[in-house]
């Protein structure tokens, strides 16, 4: 006969308190919590550095802050030496959507005529960027003696310091000194004040930020082009193609991919490209070259610090920009590329 011992029934949790299972966000936590302690840091970082001032400049664009409202009080020295203090007038306020209305209106800055500046220099030089960095990419790729010296040569414009090469190119198209000039004289033509005319001054712009973006277009596609494979040309040279029709129906396909990513960063890039605007034209003449950065900087720097209308221009410039990537993903998107 078997004696059948019955084990003990797992005791129960009372009624009513059953615990709730663990969050998402903790399982993940007690899963990678090493991988959350080494992110910590650069998230600390990009509080501290970017998250916090975007922040910020949001805020001041809804107030009507500068240099000479920003005190609460106004203290001054009387006879005795002591300081007496009361409360400022003029102190700033919050003034909602204001700043957004005056600049968008023309009441306040030229909004509308530093955006058309700002997309004409965008467009020209992405597309010179895109259109020279192909070519140079596409020569580079191929066998020739001296490649290696060839690529450094190229790249040098992107190692050397952007203000560097401002003050270069400023001095090449100087009324009286300059290379260009000088070039023009030789060839029996009438020097050119090159920063007198909006166009001619806005060119000089466009060229030096050719010079210093085109390195990174033709680095960036050559890389791309040496991840097709060559099998695919070994077979359309098999099959009759000619050079353009490789590079029209291999190449070009081959770097979709690649074009599409360096093309925004580019536009981002030059749609904020200070330097350049500030140091080789400085806005002249009479401002007709500024764009939308340097208006925002001169804004904030320049004569009565308007802090809140910098900060406005700001947040127009990070619209444009964010609906210009969104509308970019979409258009990515239809054609198969999702990144």
């Not at 700001?314 to 970019?328: D, P």
């Not at 990515?332 to 990144?339: F, M």
Request: hydrophobic share 50%; charged share 15%; with cysteine.
């Amino acid at each position: 006969m078997r004696t059948v011992t019955a084990e003990p029934a797992p005791a129960s949790a009372p009624s009513g308190r059953r615990s709730a299972p663990p969050s998402r966000l903790r399982r993940s936590w007690d899963k990678h919590w090493y991988a959350w302690a080494m992110v910590l840091p650069v998230v600390i970082v990009l509080a501290v550095l970017i998250f916090y001032p975007l922040f910020r400049g949001v805020w001041l664009s809804f107030t009507n802050l500068t240099e000479a409202n920003q005190v609460a009080e106004i203290c001054t020295k009387s006879i005795t030496g002591s300081e007496v203090c009361k409360d400022n007038p003029n102190k700033w306020e919050v003034v909602g959507l204001d700043n957004y209305l005056k600049v968008l209106s023309g009441e306040v800055g030229k909004f509308w005529e530093w955006t058309g500046i700002t997309l004409i220099w965008t467009f020209v030089g992405v597309a010179f960027h895109y259109g020279l960095g192909l070519g140079l990419a596409v020569m580079l790729n191929r066998p020739m003696w001296g490649r290696g010296l060839y690529r450094v040569l190229l790249v040098l414009p992107w190692a050397v310091p952007a203000f560097v090469s401002a003050f270069a190119w400023k001095f090449i198209f100087n009324e009286r000194f300059g290379l260009a000039n000088s070039l023009l004289l030789s060839l029996g033509i009438d020097p050119v004040d090159w920063f007198a005319d909006r166009w001619t001054s806005l060119f000089t712009a466009i060229v030096t930020n050719i010079w210093l973006g085109v390195p990174f277009m033709m680095v960036a596609l050559l890389g791309g082009m040496q991840t097709i494979p060559g099998e695919l040309y070994e077979a359309a040279e098999i099959d009759g193609a000619s050079p353009w029709q490789r590079f029209r129906n291999i190449t070009l396909p081959g770097l979709r991919s690649v074009s599409m990513t360096v093309i925004l960063l580019g536009t981002i890039w030059t749609f904020n490209m200070f330097p350049i605007i500030f140091l080789v034209t400085e806005g002249q003449p009479a401002g007709e070259t500024e764009i939308l950065v340097t208006g925002a900087y001169r804004a904030a720097f320049e004569g009565i610090r308007n802090y809140s209308l910098a900060s406005t221009y700001g947040v127009l410039i990070l619209s444009i920009l964010l609906v210009f990537s969104v509308f970019y993903r979409r258009v990515l998107r239809k054609q198969g590329e999702v990144w």
